[in-house]
């Protein structure tokens, strides 16, 4: 699926400046668990996440996680966008809690696996 | 990759949050360079930022000593924090003892130690409570 149409099915906004549009993502993984996500999450899926903090980016780093989704609307401190610049990491943010915004994008065909 | 080996120091503060994971940052950029198989920056990603969190989170900040050479990639993470007084018990997936702050940045599943050990070829902890802990990853290159 592409970013355009995630950030549409979310009414996302993006928080990073960097070109996104045409970028892909394969699989999606709802987690606030950090330990989680380095266990278990595949390549090129995407993150969606309650937690607004560094280790967010530092985690996504690790895994070549592309891009995170903050849920419900929740913002980062100053830092946290540049980090995600500096990676190459594209952030949005939407005001649907954790729940529904994963049912939304299984709903439109995204799936939790990445082939 | 040259025959020689590169070997990495970090200082890794136990009182500043925001920097953790710049050593395991650093160690993946210079995997990367050196032509690294992606699988296995992937295991040495995964494994030393868990290392790495730990050494902050339950160690109180230490230190990583990296040796890169063409066999392999020996981490150890050396701390004088508390130690840990049942290394078996700490090795169990879901035992936790991480404080609330740990927790609300996404940490405290009990699964860091298990998933060292499974994204990493050889680990071995070494551990004397009220001394700290030494805590050594080997992935190998093969
Ligand atoms: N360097 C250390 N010094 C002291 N205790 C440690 C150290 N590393 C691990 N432990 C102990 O082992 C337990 C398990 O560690 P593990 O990394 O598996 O889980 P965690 O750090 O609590 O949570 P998670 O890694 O899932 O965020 C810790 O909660 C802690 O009690
Ligand atoms: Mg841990």
């Not at chain 1, 190459?88 to 005001?95: K, R």
């Not at chain 2, 992606?38 to 040796?67: L, W």
Request: hydrophobic fraction near 40%; include cysteine; charge should be negative.
């Amino acid at each position: 699926m592409k970013l355009k149409q995630v950030s549409e099915i979310l009414h996302a906004k993006v928080l990073t400046k960097s070109p996104w549009e045409d970028n892909e993502i394969q699989s999606a993984c709802g987690c606030d668990l950090m330990s989680d996500v380095l266990a278990f999450v595949k390549n090129q899926a995407m993150l969606l996440t309650g937690l607004v903090n560094p280790q967010v980016i530092r985690t996504a780093e690790m895994m070549d996680i592309k891009t995170i989704v903050f849920v419900r609307g929740k913002m980062p401190q100053a830092g946290v966008l540049e980090l995600a610049e500096d990676m190459g990491i594209t952030v949005m943010s939407t005001e649907y809690p954790m729940y529904i915004a994963c049912g939304e994008l299984y709903k439109n065909g995204l799936g939790g696996r990445g082939e | 990759m040259s025959e020689k080996a590169i070997s990495l120091h970090y200082e890794i503060d136990g009182n500043n949050f925001t920097v953790a994971g710049q050593a395991s940052s650093s160690i993946k950029k210079v995997l990367k360079q050196l032509g690294v198989a992606p699988e296995v920056i992937r295991k040495v990603a995964i494994s030393m930022y868990e290392g790495e969190i730990n050494t902050i989170i339950h160690g109180k900040g230490g230190v990583a000593d990296v040796t890169i050479s063409s066999e392999s990639i020996i981490i150890v993470f050396k701390d004088n924090g508390p130690g840990i007084p049942d290394i078996e018990k700490a090795m169990q997936s879901g035992f936790s003892t991480a404080s609330d702050e740990a927790r609300e940045l996404g940490f405290g599943a009990g699964m860091g130690l298990p998933n060292m050990k499974k994204y990493s070829d050889n680990m071995t902890i070494e551990s004397e409570v009220g001394k700290g802990t030494t805590v050594t990853l080997t992935v190998n290159l093969q």
